[in-house]
């Protein structure tokens, strides 16, 4: 626990035109993999993995799930993938992204700096789409009832069509060493 920087809250809230990987629809859920960079073999190591349920018989499933990581690397690296579950054979991939959540970090110890002094609605930062990262428009860090959040919408890659939509929300850990 020593190690621990706090918790992520990932909101899962929706897929949007994903692709169809069954007769007319797919089957989708969503399986996260947080990991760090091996500086050594300079590759990166998935050491965690989280899974949204399944929607059946949607291209624009409504989750709503919400998934916690614990955070031990601000330099942390979450990817995603999306699969249809099929009874007989293996799932098939509906594409993947990626995204580091050092922006939204950057935003938190801004935050901090500022404690009391931000109304309710305040953009903390924006973290603009770029080839480097899976985002489809920009995404907003802000202030939402005392909370920090970061509400983004992930291009998905790999794939003819599909974007999900998350949130990310902070949550401190009492004891832990945080930033």
Not at 12 to 21: Q, T
Not at 70 to 83: F, G, H, I, M, R
Not at 103 to 115: M, S, W
Request: with cysteine; proline share 4%; charged share 25%.
């Amino acid at each position: 626990m020593e190690n621990i920087l706090g918790l992520l809250r990932i909101h899962v809230k929706r897929g949007v035109n994903l692709a169809i990987r069954d007769t007319s629809s797919s089957d989708p859920y969503i399986v996260f993999y947080s990991g760090k960079q091996n500086m050594i073999m300079f590759m990166f190591v998935w050491v965690l993995k989280l899974k949204t349920r399944v929607i059946k018989h949607s291209i624009n499933p409504e989750w709503n799930d919400e998934l916690t990581l614990s955070v031990t690397d601000p330099n942390l690296t979450v990817k995603l993938t999306v699969y249809d579950k099929d009874l007989f054979s293996a799932d098939d991939k509906m594409g993947e992204a990626e995204f580091s959540i050092a922006p939204y970090l950057e935003a938190i110890k801004l935050r901090h700096k500022l404690e009391g002094q931000l109304p309710n609605g305040t953009i903390i930062m924006k973290v603009q789409p770029t080839r480097q990262n899976c985002l489809s428009e920009e995404s907003h860090i802000l202030l939402n009832q005392g909370k920090l959040v970061q509400n983004m919408f992930l291009r998905l890659q790999h794939v003819e069509c599909g974007e999900v939509e998350l949130q990310l929300e902070w949550i401190d850990v009492p004891g832990s060493k945080g930033f």
